[in-house]
């Protein structure tokens, strides 16, 4: 049983509007009941969370103790630092982009998302999220508008041992069209646990490009959700990268709720050193003719553990269903370890549904062949890895983030034993 | 043998043909072309009694009976048959056992005794011989990991074994270079007979240089525009089917 | 093909469906120590058995039913079951003992479900065991086997005259302790096969058993433990009908086999229990525990099942691969219609080094069935270069069905490759027009179909084991596609 104490006084130090007090007071309460998952739950049997309870764990100083310094960002930013909004640099209206609290609660608010709250689910860390988050961010996309920049949302954590509770809603209007990144980032040196909630609601026609990198210091813990609804004609691309945090694990909950709605889900997961990392993908197929795949590349190296865990759910009457779903992992080391469960759970019969899983390790002989024409062990082993991962970054492309991206990802490559950084 | 007359046939409301007349004699060979979407296909697969389609008026008559209410083996065990444009691949399932079955279920509807493995594989050599395949060809999966070619082949095949009364081809000679249509020509041509009759479906006369048709029909806007002889098809061949888009287009818009 | 058409088919009856009339020797109804007291002392069995099963029973008392499986049934009352029932003329100590004193409506039972036991009229190359609701009632052409000192015989009286290899095996792949299931079993079996195949000595016959549950409100708990000694090989086969009742049954198996250096064992089983009536009612529960392991080099495994009966199926049968070398193998043939229920599939345990694993699982949902797969490939850190290969194929015959696929993949060691691949598809309406219009009739269009489907299973099957899966899988499917 978790000790409340550290929950309550952080609520107590949340200044939320009346009405929204009482939600968060019965949200935290279920979490107190519920308590945080254990390895008795199906879907938490690789990823242990049981260290969190013997951590100091508390709600952030108010300010933030320091400010970061910030890198560029392609677009607009929103950036934040132990849950507060500290740097806002974008030329969209705050009707379009600003702080959830604005658009829920504040002196500003226009009127309340109607789908807040609704996609997220009652899972126990999502009720700790709605009880404790701070600021938020809302990105709300008017009908048929297409946004000419990326919008960059940098959740930052600066102070050790801090229980952070990034909170974004998105409203994709009728025929929009966007690219949202999220990018997690903290102190290197620290511990702290980040537990974000991100709901995203896509009408008809309307398109998002999602990036989420999970970017979060070595000593991290990282436990994200995001809930995606779809409506008819939708798109909804996302690449999921998970590079950080010594235990990172990722939810998607995707439904495809009306007919015709399709999504594309990547993910790139690298687990080295000795963390543990989780991919944890429920796609819904609600509506006939909706479209998913999804195409996921993992690395384990060192002590590191890598879980893919996808399931595709056709439910009945959903025809003309397609799902795909690709898993493919390498083990780096002998003490490093993957796992799989990539499922399907078919309710309808008019469906192409298909999935494949495999884990193996680098090819020896294409290692071989590249040492043969003079490239060294080392970089032959980088542009193996690179190749490997690089069939799941076809967004980057799309987006025209790649330039901005791929360093990031060199960096946290697998090295050999004495690796050179490449140039 | 076969009657058509006024033949209507729409696809979820869309109408495909329409008003389909023809009449085919025992031991005549057939021609029907058109371009794309003329509903050449469409035609092939009412008759060989493909579900989906909505025959909304006309009817069609086999053999002095009425076609429409048959099932599609119904209709295959009465002597019809149609070649695929696009062979269907069955996994796990052996050529030699699709032919076989097919036949003997043929022969049981017949009336005929049904043959033995021995019996049918006697029976089967020769028909390979004609089509210039080997024997591995029985043994492997329906269709399965064929070249296009090799499909096509089988098609002819199977007509071959199954010796039909009324054979209709459907664009049996797309994907095929010159050998291979060669191959497939001079077996359909080695089929003709007095008692049977053979419907080409082609957009391209190029086949009807190696299996001379009795009749040719262009097929626009779902209507036979034009029936001939040979020669048609070798003016098709010259002019294109450009000039018919005026026609298709008069034709709807004639009352 | 019309909705219509398909309603107008007659579904099949059961054919196996008839009841024995057959004087039973029952225990009262429900469990406790005193019912295992009386199985134990009913089979004159030796202190180290009952104690054994004593053990299970407490640990069985400490467990729950596993709930983790897609089945769903109504809650089974375990007092309201009937732990033993024999035939009178052949329970116990009362076993025949040779053929010629067999109760002759046993035999005329056998007879009538296509498995004569007299020898001259047996098919020639299969022994068979013939265990009939608690008992094995004969066992036939074990003279010949005696000659090569190959042991087939009941496990009770495996456990009077080789209680050594009984002690020894029993329980050493599937403990007491191991599920629910598992440990009940343990505390209640009655009877089942025992084999034993020495040193060098190849089987020259099938080894075959036929269970039979006739008893109205019985479960059924046998225990099948074949053990074959180093360089040995063995092909074992089994099968199961019961008659038709409106209740549902239990049957809880448990089988073990081990396999030494270089030996080799083929389990292939067509489970044909009765499942239920088109609406659900009746139909057996079958929960089986089924494990296989390669405890030398080289040692190979391949378990083969066609499952087409029972209400509820609840069985993985496994191989832990400790050899090194050692070869596990799993084919499966899934089949649901109507309200039945299939949670069925494998485990791979590889830890010695170059063990390899072929999975290949063929799903069929037709009606308002559901079909699983579920499996677990694990490779632990030891097992260098570790292969697996699993295919896993769904084919859905009605918009009412379900089917799901649950594989677990675990690797520890980078030396390991692991491929995993899985598809659900509707039976394609074009290949049932392709073949239609070759004259086929719709229904042998469908058994085509299924049949290439499944090939790769069947092909695994003695030959007159494939015979008979292809014409279930035509019965248990009349009036299925939709």
């Known amino acids: 049983m978790i000790t409340p104490t550290a929950y309550r006084e952080a609520l107590s130090r949340i200044d939320a509007p009346g009405k929204f007090a009482a939600a968060r007071q019965s949200a935290l309460e279920k979490f107190l009941q519920a308590g945080l998952p254990d390895s008795h739950l199906e879907d938490w049997r690789y990823i242990s969370l049981e260290h969190l309870e013997r951590m100091p764990l508390h709600a952030p100083a108010d300010p933030p103790l320091a400010l970061p310094a910030l890198e560029d960002y392609p677009g607009a930013v929103l950036a934040y630092l132990d849950d507060r909004l500290v740097w806002r640099d974008t030329t969209l209206p705050a009707t379009m982009l600003g702080t959830l609290a604005d658009a829920i609660g504040g002196a500003a608010a226009t009127s309340t998302p109607v789908a807040f709250g609704s996609l997220a689910g009652n899972a126990s860390l999502t009720q700790l999220n709605a009880a404790l988050w701070r600021e938020g961010a809302c990105l709300r996309v008017p009908a048929g508008e297409r946004l000419r920049q990326p919008v960059f949302l940098r959740f930052a954590a600066a102070e050790a041992d801090a229980m952070l509770y990034p909170r974004v809603f998105v409203h994709m209007a009728v025929g929009s069209d966007a690219i949202l990144v999220e990018h997690f980032v903290g102190d290197p040196d620290i511990e702290y646990w980040q537990n974000p909630v991100t709901e995203i609601v896509l009408e008809a026609g309307a398109r998002l490009t999602h990036l989420r990198i999970i970017e979060d210091s070595k000593l991290a813990t990282h436990t994200g959700l995001t809930a995606v609804h779809q409506a008819s004609d939708s798109s909804y691309r996302a690449l999921n990268l998970t590079l950080g945090g010594q235990v990172a694990r990722h939810e998607l909950n995707l439904v495809l709720g009306e007919s015709g709605a399709e999504a594309r889900l990547d993910g790139v997961f690298i687990a080295a050193g000795r963390s543990r990392t989780e991919q944890h993908l429920r796609i819904t197929h609600q509506a006939p003719r909706g479209n998913s795949r999804t195409l996921y590349r993992g690395l384990a190296d060192a002590r590191g553990r890598g879980v893919f865990d996808g399931r595709v759910e056709v439910r009945p009457h959903a025809d003309a269903s397609d799902a795909q779903q690709s898993s493919r992992n390498l083990l780096l080391s002998p003490h490093a370890e993957i796992d799989a469960k990539p499922q399907l759970e078919i309710y309808a019969d008019d469906v192409r549904c298909s999935h494949a899983a495999t884990v193996g390790s680098l090819d020896e002989d294409a290692l071989f062949y590249l040492s043969s024409r003079g490239i060294d062990a080392d970089t032959a082993r980088r542009l193996l890895l690179e190749a490997f991962i690089d069939e799941a970054l076809g967004l980057l492309d799309d987006t025209g983030l790649r330039d901005w991206l791929m360093p990031r990802l060199r960096a946290s490559l697998p090295r050999g034993q004495a690796m050179e950084p490449l140039s | 043998m076969l009657q058509i007359r006024n033949l209507h046939v729409a696809i979820g409301g869309k109408p495909i043909l329409n008003g389909i007349d023809l009449t085919i004699h025992p031991g005549e060979v057939h021609a029907i072309m058109g371009p794309n979407g003329s509903g050449k296909s469409t035609l092939a697969q009412v008759l060989a009694g493909r579900d989906g389609y909505d025959i909304s008026a006309g009817s069609v008559h086999y053999l002095d009976k009425d076609l429409l209410p048959l099932t599609p083996e119904q209709r295959a065990r009465a002597g019809i048959f149609l070649a695929f444009q696009y062979p269907l691949e069955i996994p796990g399932v052996a050529n030699v056992q699709l032919l076989r079955t097919a036949l003997n279920g043929q022969r049981r509807a017949r009336g005929e005794a049904e043959m033995d493995a021995i019996d049918f594989l006697e029976y089967v050599k020769d028909k390979l011989v004609l089509l210039g395949m080997d024997d591995s060809f029985l043994y492997r999966s329906v269709n399965e990991g064929f070249s296009g070619g090799e499909k096509k082949r089988n098609e002819i095949l199977q007509m071959a074994v199954l010796e039909p009364r009324l054979a209709i081809l459907d664009e049996t000679d797309s994907g095929l270079d010159i050998d291979a249509l060669q191959v497939v020509a001079h077996g359909v041509n080695s089929l003709r007979g007095p008692e049977r009759a053979i419907v080409l479906v082609t957009h391209y006369q190029r086949l009807l240089n190696y299996i001379v048709p009795d009749q040719v029909h262009v097929l626009a806007g779902g209507r036979i525009v034009r029936s001939g002889g040979r020669e048609l098809a070798e003016e098709l061949d010259s002019k294109g089917y450009a000039w018919l888009d005026d026609k298709a287009e008069f034709i709807e818009a004639s009352p | ?482």
């Open chain 3, 1 to 482: 093909m019309t909705n219509v058409e398909l309603q107008q088919r007659i579904d099949s009856e059961y054919r196996w469906g008839f009841v024995t009339d057959i004087e039973q020797e029952p225990f009262p109804k429900g469990l406790d120590e005193t019912v295992i007291q009386r199985i134990s002392a009913t089979k004159g069995e030796p202190a180290f058995m009952l104690d054994w099963r004593l053990r299970a029973y407490r640990h069985w008392l400490t467990r729950r039913e596993p709930g983790w499986a897609t089945v769903h049934h109504p809650p089974i009352d375990y007092q309201s079951i009937y732990y033993y029932a024999a035939p009178k003329s052949g329970g116990g100590s009362n076993r025949p003992k040779s053929l010629a004193e067999v109760d002759p409506q046993l035999l005329a039972t056998y007879e009538k479900l296509g498995i004569p036991l007299r020898e001259r009229e047996a098919l020639a190359g299969v022994a068979v065991d013939a265990v009939f609701d608690s008992v094995s009632v004969a066992t036939t052409f074990k003279a010949k086997l005696e000659t090569l000192g190959i042991v087939f015989c009941s496990f009770s009286e495996a456990v009077r005259e080789h209680p050594d290899l009984v002690r020894q095996y029993l329980g050493s792949v599937v403990p007491y302790t191991d599920n629910f299931f598992a440990s009940l079993n343990s505390a209640v079996f009655s009877d089942g096969s025992f084999v034993y195949v020495p040193k060098g000595v190849k089987c020259p016959m099938e080894l075959s058993t036929y269970f039979r549950i006739n008893a109205s409100n019985s479960g059924q708990f046998e225990r099948t433990l074949i053990i074959a000694d180093e360089g040995a090989s063995v092909s074992y086969l089994e099968g199961c009908t019961a008659p038709r009742r409106d209740e549902n049954q239990l049957h809880a198996a448990v089988v073990e086999l081990i396999a030494l250096k270089d030996a080799r064992i083929k389990y292939s089983t067509v489970q044909n229990w009765y499942p239920g009536d088109a609406e659900g009612r009746g139909g057996i529960y079958n929960f089986v525990t089924k494990r296989g392991e390669c405890r030398g080099d080289n040692a190979h495994i391949t378990w083969t099942q066609v499952e087409t009966g029972s209400a509820i199926t609840w069985k993985y049968p496994s191989c832990i691969l400790r050899g090194d070398n050692s070869v596990g193998e799993f084919y499966s043939v899934a089949l649901t219609n109507h309200h039945q229920q299939a949670d069925t599939g494998t485990k791979m345990i590889h830890i010695g080094r170059d063990t390899h694993s072929t999975i290949v699982a063929k799903g069929i949902s037709a009606g308002h069935a559901s079909n699983a797969y579920r499996g677990l490939v694990k490779v632990l850190a030891g097992a260098d270069n570790a292969r697996n290969h699993t295919r896993c194929d769904s084919l859905l015959m009605s918009p009412d069905c379900a089917a799901h696929t649950f594989p677990y993949i675990e690797v520890k060691n980078p030396s390991a490759q692991v491929e995993h691949e899985a598809s659900t598809s509707k039976i394609g309406e074009d290949q049932l027009f392709y073949l239609r219009s070759r004259g086929l009739g719709e229904e042998d269009a469908v058994n085509l179909i299924v049949n290439g489907f499944c090939k790769e299973v069947f092909k695994e099957l003695p030959m007159e084991f494939a015979v008979e899966a292809r014409k279930l899988l035509a019965v248990s499917l009349e009036g299925a596609v939709g």
